[in-house]
């Protein structure tokens, strides 16, 4: 089930004000897995470019990108193995000359006799065999299909939040460049009333300098991300706008409801599939390996009375073909490892789910005590810190390094944002078996 992405108008710049942001719930399929996930702040660019949201970047690379074509190329071989394995074996011709060209009455062709003969070899359940084999060879591409587009949704999904999230260390970046410019201008002006030094002056501006390359770093770098988002399905570096809201969480789902979850992966069904795949050819080269009848039919001509007779044969090999037993052996034994591999996968994954959802709760733990109790004490500390200065009670690197002690904890409440929210897309990629069918029909 999918549903729109509803993004709040008057929601504020989490640069500006961490906060007073007062969000909802706001739900979006992940594409190919319908996955939760929130978003950025509204971002404020030209009106000449496009909003773009998390379903419609995943749905473009889906759509448009060149590795999802590989997969419509392989299906489309793997059809027509399968329709190659319906044609039967050609029958055969044959015509034969007997007693001519001999000796006495044989020395020429009067007491010939001819034959025109065709033999076919009945092999109607070893087509059956092939064509099941060739069939069940050709679902496996529809589940590598499926992995590369978990893994392109989820890699669509993190430079979608990365691009996001650098605009946001963006507008931080200038908010904290305003309030150097600002603390410059106050701090000129007590210069120039001879209540500071001048070394103040230098160090405030060097500050703003510093500030201002911050804010330049952070344009290129949020323009480089935005190109290898729109690259993901060739559209125009300045086609989109990518905007949403971050403050909303992932609600952290029970490690026993994940787990259930990986079973669908289609990693794993994969190996599922390859293990049927195996068992079918198994029981092709066994049908191979059995006699296969061969019937003839003919007519033959005599020379001599300038009559016809018909002629009808039937062959069947003596014994079974062992050269199949070594072949059989080798699909079971790789039939095994496919099943030691997809036990090892599952354990992989299991782990690593484990790993995920306790780094999501710590994430969860960080924004929780940086918003409710870290942000508020240190407001309420610069606050106080810009009354003492301004009665000349605190220095100017004391006043300075409690203001940016602010700015670098809400950087570090927008890096927690961030480490949910790409947490929560590898754990939706791993768990990620719930495909939609738009998808699989793509």
């Not at 759509?63 to 419509?72: D, I, L, N, R």
């Not at 994940?258 to 794993?268: I, S």
Request: hydrophobic fraction near 45%; glycine fraction near 4%; aromatic fraction near 6%.
């Amino acid at each position: 089930m999918q549903s729109e992405l509803h993004v709040c108008s008057t929601l504020k710049p989490i640069a500006a004000r961490f906060l007073t942001i007062k969000t909802r719930w706001l739900y979006l399929p992940f594409a190919i897995l319908l996955l939760t996930l929130p978003l950025l702040a509204h971002s404020q660019e030209s009106n000449n470019q496009e909003a773009l949201n998390l379903t419609q970047a995943i749905k473009l690379s889906l759509s448009e990108h060149p590795e999802m074509a590989v997969f419509t190329h392989q299906r489309d071989a793997l059809n027509a193995r399968v329709k190659q394995a319906k044609i039967l074996t050609r029958p055969t011709i044959d015509f034969t000359i007997e007693d001519a060209m001999g000796t006495g009455s044989h020395s020429n062709f009067g007491a010939a006799q001819s034959t025109l003969n065709i033999a076919w070899v009945l092999e109607h359940r070893a087509i059956d065999s092939r064509v099941n084999a060739a069939k069940n060879a050709a679902t496996q591409v529809d589940f590598e299909r499926d992995i590369e587009a978990l893994d392109i949704s989820a890699h669509t999904a993190k430079l979608f939040i990365e691009a996001l999230i650098l605009e946001q260390r963006l507008q931080l970046a200038k908010l904290a460049e305003q309030q150097a410019d600002d603390a410059l201008s106050a701090i000129t002006r007590r210069v120039e009333a001879g209540k500071s030094l001048a070394v103040e002056q230098l160090q405030s501006e060097a500050e703003l300098v510093r500030r201002g390359l911050e804010v330049e770093d952070l344009e290129h770098e949020l323009k480089a991300s935005r190109y290898q988002l729109v690259a993901q399905w060739g559209g125009e570096a300045n086609q989109y706008v990518p905007q949403g809201d971050l403050l909303d969480v992932p609600a952290i789902e029970n490690l026993p409801t994940q787990l259930a979850k990986l079973k669908a992966h289609p990693a794993l069904l994969a190996f599922a599939n390859q293990q049927r795949i195996a068992q079918s050819q198994i029981e092709l080269a066994r049908i191979e390996a059995k006699p296969k009848w061969q019937v003839s039919a003919g007519i033959r001509r005599y020379e001599s009375t300038d009559d016809f007779g018909l002629v009808a044969g039937i062959s069947l090999p003596f014994g079974n073909d062992a050269r199949s037993l070594g072949e059989v052996q080798v699909i079971q034994a790789r039939q095994a490892e496919y099943q030691s591999q997809a036990d090892v996968l599952a354990r992989k994954l299991n782990t690593q789910l484990f790993v995920l959802l306790q780094n999501m709760k710590h994430s969860k733990h960080v924004i929780d005590t940086l918003t409710d109790r870290v942000i508020p004490l240190l407001e309420q500390a610069s606050d106080e810190a810009n009354r003492a200065y301004d009665i000349g009670r605190l220095g100017y690197l004391e006043w300075t390094s409690i203001r940016q002690e602010l700015l670098s904890t809400q950087a570090q409440l927008l890096d927690a944002y961030q480490s949910i929210h790409l947490q929560h897309i590898e754990i939706q990629r791993l768990t990620g078996a719930s495909l939609s069918n738009e998808v699989r029909k793509k």
